[in-house]
């Protein structure tokens, strides 16, 4: 069992809607992703907060927009999807940036389908 | 930029079979992290390797870091089918912050 927790797991959205998923994490870890996956590739970088501030944009789209209210949360929020944004996006936290060899613990993620 | 590869791709055993997947990187890794993935569920950690030629274990699974800390290599003797799943080796990269993953090696094990 993972103790990050991301909500929704699933979700249907039309590309007009505007829709965000949640992370939480009470491990009191100071480093928080989020991560793309498409199906039967690695996951993919998109954000890294540290101490809750933005440290790496992997030159995501402005549709996504990851904000971070505090350091247990971490949120995406979701505009003007296109469908080929379908995936399953993984929220992921460790103790501090990987520089430090720390390991991440990902969340189940939120499988996210745009039509 | 930095890439992670491994080998095989796919690889289907018959339980009781040994499996091996490779992971290598084009750039020297301060550390080497492992992660199953069964399907329809999330990357889990399994193990990280920091020192130059070293070997963990963990039951039937053996994690090898390469001399160079460019490659490495997990081991699962006598499989079962709860390995089943797709199994990523993981680097940090450069000064980022930023966790890159093998192109993953997915293992079927029937009976």
């Known amino acids: 069992d993972t103790e990050v927790t991301q909500t929704p797991k699933h979700l249907v959205m039309g590309m007009t809607n505007k829709k965000s998923l949640k992370c939480e994490q009470h491990?009191?870890?100071?480093?928080m992703y989020w991560y793309k996956q498409k199906a039967k590739k690695p996951p993919e970088l998109m954000f890294v907060y540290s101490y809750e501030k933005l440290s790496i944009n992997e030159s995501v789209p402005s549709r996504f927009s990851p904000e971070c209210p505090n350091s247990s949360l971490l949120n995406l929020h979701l505009h003007a999807l296109q469908p080929e944004d379908s995936a399953l996006y993984l929220c992921a936290s460790s103790h501090h940036i990987l520089n430090s060899g720390n390991t991440i613990y990902f969340g189940e993620g939120s499988w996210l389908t745009v039509v | 930029g930095q890439q992670v590869m491994q080998i095989p791709q796919y690889q289907h055993v018959q339980e009781g079979e040994d499996f091996t997947t490779y992971c290598n990187s084009s750039?020297?890794?301060?550390?080497i992290q492992w992660y199953k993935q069964r399907p329809g569920g999330h990357p889990v950690f399994l193990i990280q390797l920091v020192k130059s030629g070293e070997v963990k274990k963990q039951k039937r699974l053996t994690f090898q870091f390469g001399e160079a800390k460019k490659n490495s290599s997990l081991h699962i003797t006598a499989t079962q089918t709860t390995d089943v799943g797709t199994y990523f080796c993981a680097g940090p990269t450069g000064t980022a912050s930023k966790l890159t993953f093998g192109t993953g090696t997915r293992l079927q094990v029937t009976l």
């Open positions: 750039t020297t890794l301060s550390n």
């Open positions: 491990m009191g870890h100071r480093a």
